[in-house]
């Protein structure tokens, strides 16, 4: 890759090497918390259900991660494959983060991916459920940006 290209896209059909490198970069992207950049990941009519809002296009996917992360503060984000097929990706998430009071969560969370013949996910469908945590029982606690690679995923730490 030169300096300033574009990281090359994993297109479908998807193979689960392809797919955990997929989920990998997805990851890395939220754990940036800039909203422009994971929106690039998403075609430009990409359809989501996160939780109870449903809504569609890159600027809708913008506005709503602004919203996100003025909320969910010092945000850090594991995903790990569960299923993949041709063009659709199963992940479960685990997030911590606390909000403006201070008080700290862990959401637990389900997503189902399908990806556009061109790599960008077209449909994103996502269940979470947000659990009160003590600050102390945190696991999540490498400096905000990507996880480290040699941090543990989810099952290693037990979740």
């Known amino acids: 890759m030169t300096q300033g290209s574009a990281p090359r896209r994993i297109v ?4 689960a090497e392809s797919a955990v490198a997929k989920v990998r970069m997805a990851e890395d992207a939220w754990n940036s918390r800039d909203p422009e950049r994971v929106s690039m990941a998403y075609s430009p009519d990409s ?3 996160n939780r109870a809002e449903f809504f ?4 809708a ?3 709503f991660l602004q919203r996100k992360w003025t909320r969910e503060l010092a945000y850090r984000l594991i995903k790990e494959i569960w299923a993949c097929g041709e063009n659709r990706i ?3 998430f685990v997030y911590e983060y606390h909000d403006h009071s201070g008080s700290w969560f862990r959401a ?3 997503e189902q991916r399908e990806f556009g013949a061109d790599g ?9 459920n947000d659990v009160p945590i003590d600050r102390g029982a945190r696991k999540f ?3 905000l940006g990507p996880r480290p690679e040699s941090y543990p995923g989810l099952t290693e730490l037990g979740l």
């Open 141 to 143: 606690d490498w400096p």
């Open 90 to 92: 199963a992940v479960r």
């Open 61 to 63: 996917i913008v506005a």
């Open 108 to 110: 637990h969370g389900n």
């Open 120 to 128: 960008l996910m077209q449909r994103r469908e996502a269940s979470i």
């Open 47 to 49: 359809r989501w259900r």
């Open 56 to 59: 569609s296009g890159r600027e």
């Open 12 to 15: 479908p059909p998807f193979d």
